[in-house]
């Protein structure tokens, strides 16, 4: 079956724009995650959905990242005003179930470009 | 809270030969323990996981790691690794009830003919 994809595969912006990327998970997951991957600095946790409950919103760095998840289904990750430390490639996963013992598939990434 | 050491950014090794990539947490309860691979241009993969039980753990495509709660290690190894094998490898924690999983930087395995 269809695996977790993202869109756009590579995104590059000017500084001070608003990027939105998204993520489509594997059918039937009830959990999302989204990550971001910069150099040499492994992954950091953003955000967590998890069915109806409210996100775990505890890894945003700042309030010009935002997510939200429509219908259960797709998710979108946005930010704001971007600037250079932004630069990173963003990873979206998926679980079947809400705890870490459910094994987290991951996307491909979309590779963000600050200018 | 926890974190994760990846003592190694990047371990050159000849195909065919043994590799230990090292991992080490802290936390101050217990945890789980993953490890995940992410090949060139893919996203991560689960290797293998401790949850309980035995403190070895047999993974995918011949790995295996050893859970040591006094040395706080969950160090993976292979005897014998092939060019396909190079590739990023993370360790990963959480204790138990935890959604999250937190993540070390990630050693870069280098295979060589």
């Known amino acids: 079956g269809a695996g977790v994809s993202q869109s756009p595969s590579n995104k590059v912006t000017e500084k001070g724009k608003d990027v939105e990327l998204r993520c489509d998970p594997i059918s039937g997951h009830t959990a999302l995650y989204w990550y971001r991957q910069s150099l040499g600095q492994g992954l950091e946790f953003l955000i967590y959905f998890q069915g109806n409950s409210a996100p775990d919103k505890s890894g945003l760095p700042s309030d010009r990242f935002s997510a939200e998840r429509t219908g259960g289904s797709v998710s979108t990750l946005t930010i704001q005003r971007t600037q250079q430390e932004d630069s990173a490639v963003y990873l979206c996963?998926?679980?079947?179930?809400?705890?870490?013992?459910?094994?987290?598939?991951f996307g491909p990434g979309t590779r963000l470009t600050v200018l | 809270a926890q974190s994760v050491t990846q003592l190694d950014s990047q371990v050159p090794v000849f195909e065919e030969a043994p590799v230990e990539l090292r991992c080490n947490y802290s936390s101050s309860v217990s945890v789980y323990l993953f490890w995940y691979v992410q090949y060139p241009n893919q996203g991560l993969q689960l290797l293998l996981k401790y949850l309980s039980g035995s403190t070895l753990v047999k993974g995918i495509n011949g790995f295996e790691a050893e859970f040591n709660k006094s040395q706080t290690s969950f160090h993976l190894r292979k005897p014998s690794v092939h060019i396909s094998d190079t590739a990023e490898y993370f360790c990963a924690v959480s204790p138990p009830g935890y959604s999250t999983l937190t993540f070390g930087k990630g050693t870069m395995l280098l295979v060589s003919p």
């Open positions: 996963a998926s679980a079947l179930g809400g705890g870490v013992t459910d094994t987290q598939y």
